[in-house]
């Protein structure tokens, strides 16, 4: 089993950043995969940013955060980061982090993002 809880979310203006923290209670193979998903009122839960260290390691994007969001990791691999800029009133959700080998098993509580326009 591996815990997941995340930090560092808030009400900020558009335009502005935040950074979005999750830590691990462990670091196994079901953490070689971990990443983000969002949740707005009314809509599904979407994906946002993945790496992965399998394979020789990958980052996804959602197109809608491309070149706005960054997915990073400490030298742990414990932590997973969001740092989230030029953030948009349509990027105000939920924000989920998930990990899993194969599949996303285990969930944060999620931490709430608000943007203001």
């Given at each position: 089993q591996v815990q997941l809880v995340e930090s560092g979310g808030g009400l900020v203006q558009a335009g502005g950043?935040?950074?979005?923290?999750?830590?691990?209670?462990?670091?196994?193979?079901?953490?070689?995969?971990m990443g983000w998903f969002r949740q707005s009122p009314g809509k599904g839960?979407?994906?946002?940013?993945?790496?992965t260290r399998h394979s020789g390691g990958s980052i996804l994007y959602a197109d809608s955060v491309k070149g706005r969001f960054t997915i990073s990791r400490d030298n742990a691999e414990r932590?997973?980061?969001?740092?989230?800029d030029a953030l948009r009133p349509e990027d105000t959700a939920v924000y989920y982090c998930a990990a899993g080998l194969g599949s996303w098993d285990y969930w944060g509580q999620g931490t709430q993002v608000t943007v203001s326009s």
């Open positions: 950043s935040l950074r979005l923290s999750c830590a691990a209670s462990k670091r196994t193979v079901d953490t070689d995969t839960r979407e994906f946002v940013a993945s790496d932590t997973l980061f969001l740092q989230m």
